[in-house]
């Protein structure tokens, strides 16, 4: 993973190895059978949120979907779910990647690898918080956030480096190395572990994942996603009371790469946010190696961009680069002005 940052604009940009986010365990996956607005050829047009098959071919299309508020405001913090790779190392390095870049050109800001173990400017967390390891539990509130152990499937005493496949129905959150503060992250869980999400009006992701299928079916089996979510949610509370975060109220969470259904070979972008916005067209799930995505948020616009396999994330990307990928025959959603 690899963020990066602008010397005009903040810019951040994030490789993951895995797709982020699937469904807590024993919560339900909250973006199937959502009402879906979008406007398709000019004409807007309204359903829900789900469907059936799985494609034999992919294809990606992109629609404009209006939106009244920011995608990620102003931390965004990235989900991870299911993810091949590799690594030894088991401790988080803390220790951000200092590199500045020309005007217009962006600086990698944070970087994961799980091949070879590389966690730079990154922090794995999950929603397993637990009293005597990290994080807290009530019967109220449930967990809160917990560093992740290496396999992302329980909690750890301290920052751990993602090792290996996310197995089904686990979800990983990558954070900046930045821990909260003196208030500087606005209001989180009592007890909670609290880091910052990637900040800036403006960031670039650069993600390579994988998702291949487990064969397993029933509740959150074999439907892995990755995700961009606002920080101040997980901050808060992610899965319980819905009126404890601002999911509800539209403060923010992209979907960029999700399986709805068991097996499913097709991948959806969403945007939930208030309104809502998606389309009928997909990405083709790749169960068999790697695919590589940007992600850019830039002003009133979200892009998404499916990148050549021999496209490398250097430690600084050109603006033109960039601009090619917004300009490209991209998945452009409307971020509201």
Avoid at 71 to 82: F, G, K, L
Avoid at 267 to 288: E, I
Wanted: proline share 5%; charged share 15%; hydrophobic share 35%.
């Amino acid at each position: 993973m690899s963020p990066y940052n602008r010397r005009h604009g903040h810019h951040h940009v994030h490789e993951h190895k895995k797709p982020a986010s699937v469904g807590q365990e024993g919560k339900e996956r909250r973006d199937v059978g959502d009402m879906v607005t979008a406007t398709i050829n000019g004409q807007v047009e309204s359903w829900v949120n789900s469907y059936a098959g799985a494609g034999a071919t992919g294809g990606a299309g992109a629609p404009a979907a209006s939106s009244d508020t920011p995608a990620s405001t102003p931390d965004s913090s990235s989900p991870t779910n299911a993810a091949p790779a590799a690594s030894s190392d088991s401790s988080a390095s803390s220790a951000a990647p200092s590199v500045d870049a020309d005007n217009g050109n962006w600086a990698r800001q944070a970087y994961f690898n799980m091949v070879d173990g590389t966690a730079q400017g990154v922090t794995f967390l999950n929603n397993k918080g637990a009293a005597g390891i990290s994080g807290t539990f009530d019967e109220t509130f449930g967990n809160s956030l917990s560093y992740a152990s290496s396999n992302g499937q329980g909690p750890a005493a301290s920052s751990q480096v993602l090792n290996g496949f996310i197995e089904d129905d686990n979800e990983v959150i990558i954070m900046s190395s930045k821990s909260c503060s003196n208030g500087d992250c606005g209001f989180t869980r009592p007890g909670g572990v609290a880091y910052h999400g990637f900040d800036g009006p403006e960031k670039l992701f650069l993600v390579e994942f994988g998702m291949p299928t487990s064969g397993k079916t029933g509740f959150n089996m074999d439907m892995p996603a990755f995700w961009l979510l606002n920080a101040q949610i997980p901050l808060t509370l992610e899965y319980g009371q819905a009126d404890c975060s601002c999911w509800t109220s539209g403060c923010g969470e992209f979907d960029i790469h999700e399986i709805l259904d068991s097996g499913n070979t097709r991948g959806k972008s969403t945007l939930h946010m208030n309104p809502a916005g998606g389309s009928a067209n997909w990405f083709q799930r790749p169960t068999t190696g790697t695919m590589k995505m940007a992600v850019i948020l830039s002003g009133s616009q979200a892009t998404i961009q499916v990148l050549d396999s021999q496209v490398s994330f250097d430690s600084t990307i050109s603006g033109s680069d960039v601009s090619a990928f917004i300009h490209s025959d991209s998945v452009k959603f409307s971020l509201g002005a």
